[in-house]
């Protein structure tokens, strides 16, 4: 036969994903959502404990089943006015992707900058505001693809037509998302952030063809980080969830991080910092069992993670969902939140 059985799996796949695009696209995702704070709620640009942030993120999945989907990531956010305004801060930042689908080399490439407001109200409470502005252009290339009509009776042939629409190779358009926040630390033992974003504000156009064009659903992201500490700070607990809908499409992905202290940082010198290590698991409802880890050293901070696919796709992808790696730097600034009646919430 001209297609084996996985080919043709891939074969009714691709004009359901172009079908999809075509009438509503849904976004990008990563497993480690909260270490691209950029990406998921802009009201968290500049809320970290350092005078500046950078981190990049990789994702690759479906390996096993087709040509491997890849994401690229990467960001910067600081502090800005920091001398002039003591209990308020306004930070600024610039966040970046590009995601490669399948075959046909779908991709989406989109660079937003950020702003963000976070007003103290208290010495346990901090209400953060945030809003993004990005441009986006989405692309394909088909000229890697295999059809039907080009099936001789015998074997393969590129040289016969495809009878397919001609699409333009790439759109694009101008983005928006707004986000709000709430940070609490009633004690150094306890600190709970949460945070509700909104994107696609604009609901912008999303079209391959003049034929078919839809506006892109607006996503709602609700998300929560929580951090408990032991009484000596050597070991921590980090649940955390986030919840995401786009149009019909929604998304749950919810667990835990346990946190130890390898060592410890030097009181006479600089040359010993603190090390932590962190060992956890998240389940994305009803699609896969995420396992991840975390190393803290210096100023780094480095996260793995791997998607053990559990969904009705498990036979074709052989369980296997997509690697993932992040790395993030945050350059110190030791009077920060050094304030006066400001806490410390990181």
């Known amino acids: 036969m001209f297609l084996n059985n996985k080919h043709r799996i891939l074969a009714l796949l691709l004009p359901i994903m172009m079908f999809s695009i075509n009438i509503h696209a849904q976004d990008i995702h990563f497993s480690q959502y909260n270490k691209n704070p950029l990406l998921l709620n802009p009201a968290y640009t500049g809320f970290y404990n350092g005078a500046h942030r950078g981190g990049i993120s990789y994702k690759t999945q479906w390996r096993s089943a087709s040509t491997p989907f890849k994401t690229y990531s990467a960001f910067y ?45 208290t010495e346990s409470n901090a209400f953060l505001f945030g809003f993004q502005c990005g441009y986006a252009q989405n692309s394909i290339d088909l ?3 295999q059809w039907d009509t080009q099936f001789d009776g015998r074997n393969y042939n590129p040289n016969l037509p495809t009878n397919e629409q001609n699409y333009p190779a790439n759109f694009s358009y101008i983005d ?32 391959f063809s003049e034929v078919t064009n839809s506006e892109l659903y607006r996503k709602l992201i609700i998300h929560n980080t929580t951090e408990i500490f032991s009484d000596n700070n050597n070991r921590s607990y980090e649940p955390s969830f986030i919840y995401t809908k786009q149009g ?57 993670s791997y998607d053990v696919n559990m969904s009705s ?15 993030i730097y945050v350059h110190p600034y030791k009077s920060l939140i050094s304030t006066k009646g400001v806490p410390k919430f990181f």
């Open 77 to 121: 956010d600081a502090l800005v006015f920091r001398e002039k305004w003591k209990r308020d801060k306004f930070g600024v930042g610039l966040v970046f992707f590009n995601d490669k689908a399948g075959d046909t080399k779908m991709g989406l490439t989109k660079v937003s900058g950020s702003f963000s407001y976070t007003k103290f109200l």
């Open 143 to 145: 000229s890697g693809t």
């Open 313 to 327: 796709a498990k036979d074709i992808t052989k369980r296997k969902g997509g690697f993932e790696i992040s790395i």
């Open 176 to 207: 928006f998302t707004g986000g709000i926040g709430w940070s609490f630390r009633p004690s150094k033992l306890f600190k709970s952030s949460s945070g509700i974003s909104l994107q696609h504000l604009s609901q912008p156009k999303v079209m």
């Open 248 to 304: 019909p499409h929604q998304e749950i992905i919810a667990g835990c991080m346990i946190r130890t202290q390898l060592q410890e940082k030097s009181r006479y010198t600089n040359l010993v910092s603190d090390t932590y290590f962190a060992l956890g698991a998240y389940y994305r409802y009803k699609d896969a069992l995420i396992l991840a880890t975390r190393l803290n050293f210096s100023n780094f901070e480095l996260n793995l």
